[in-house]
């Protein structure tokens, strides 16, 4: 199927849409392509952004909604704030694909509930292999997708394409990758994601000391809080929503933890990332929870 009849088909049917393929097949900007022609339809539209490291709505380690309807000019740029978030704690799905699938999904729900007719989940590349496989499947299970859009690229989307025809009553388009896109380095895209995190933080942070008991997963006895130092966490409201990120520091003179975010409101429980970053953006590796807290 061509791009135009793709549009088309969403257009005539507004819907939830999954977007699938691997890493730079264009469904970004066939998502957001989309949305601008909805509006131009008159039909209000969302995106759900369940990529985790290069992504649109909200900052790195998120998935974020955001609803498009107040939007005058739609570009990449006027995406950034989201309207609702979900913490993954992470840059990439492997390991982390329950936070992943539970907060698209409840976003997709926020969406529904917003009442828009029109909603598109763009994803992350992360389609192959049984972990690959295991996220899109349990990802369509969960967001019930009236379409979903299949980005292919030779022949590594065929499983998926397979479990979505066999496996759900979405309808399936499938669309070849244009050859003019141009595949990013590793580096463009760690650079992307080092300014995705950068703007996020330079709206301005504030520090506050934080106890030690507002974390989940819960902190051992005579847990060693120095090991925490530059962890991403994410800031729960206690009512079910992250409305942020922050990073925290660990100050050694006074041994208590800090965290440094722009968001300072309606905080009252903090998630515990598994990366650690500074606030310019700079990963400084991932970390593994398990050995930290010497739990399975
Ligand atoms: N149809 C297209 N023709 C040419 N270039 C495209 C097309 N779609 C996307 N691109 C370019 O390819 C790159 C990757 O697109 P993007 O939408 O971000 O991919 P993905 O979200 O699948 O990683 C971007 O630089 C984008 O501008
Ligand atoms: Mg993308």
């Given at each position: 199927m061509d791009l135009e009849r793709a549009y088309d088909r969403l257009l005539e049917n507004p819907g939830v849409v999954l977007l699938l393929g691997g890493i730079d097949t264009g469904k970004t900007t066939f998502g957001i392509e989309l949305v601008r022609r909805a509006a131009a339809a008159g039909i209000s539209a969302a995106i759900v952004d369940a990529e985790v490291g290069q992504s649109t709505v909200g900052p790195p380690t998120t998935v974020g909604l955001r609803l498009c309807a107040d939007i005058q000019e739609l570009t990449r740029e006027s995406l950034l704030v989201a309207d609702e978030l979900g913490f993954v704690g992470n840059i990439t799905p492997r390991g982390h694909l329950l936070p992943l699938v539970a907060g698209t999904a409840r976003l997709v729900a926020k969406a529904r509930e917003a009442g828009c007719p029109m909603i598109v989940v763009d994803t992350t590349g992360y389609t192959s292999g049984i972990n690959g496989q295991?996220?899109?499947?349990?990802?369509?299970?969960?967001?019930?997708?009236?379409?979903?859009?299949?980005?292919?690229?030779?022949?590594?989307?065929?499983?998926?394409?397979?479990?979505?025809?066999?496996?759900?009553?979405?309808?399936?388009?499938?669309?070849?990758?244009?050859?003019?896109?141009?595949?990013?380095?590793?580096?463009?895209?760690?650079?992307?994601?080092?300014?995705?995190?950068?703007?996020?933080?330079?709206?301005?942070?504030?520090?506050?000391?934080?106890?030690?008991?507002?974390?989940?997963?819960?902190?051992?006895?005579?847990?060693?809080?120095?090991?925490?130092?530059?962890?991403?966490v994410g800031m729960e409201d206690g009512k079910g929503s992250c409305v942020g990120i922050g990073v925290l520091e660990y100050d050694a003179s006074e041994d208590f933890l800090r965290m440094v975010s722009p968001v300072t409101e309606g905080v009252r429980g903090l998630r515990l990332g598994s990366i650690k970053i500074d606030t310019d953006g700079r990963s400084k590796g991932p970390v593994d929870m398990r050995y930290l807290f010497r739990s399975e």
């Open positions: 295991s996220l899109k499947y349990h990802k369509m299970q969960t967001v019930r997708p009236d379409f979903v859009v299949a980005f292919e690229r030779g022949g590594e989307l065929e499983p998926i394409v397979g479990i979505s025809h066999r496996f759900t009553p979405a309808e399936v388009l499938e669309l070849d990758v244009a050859q003019e896109i141009d595949v990013r380095s590793a580096e463009e895209r760690m650079s992307f994601r080092e300014q995705q995190f950068q703007s996020y933080f330079a709206t301005g942070t504030s520090r506050w000391r934080v106890k030690p008991t507002v974390f989940m997963p819960t902190l051992p006895p005579e847990f060693d809080m120095r090991l925490l130092d530059a962890l991403v």
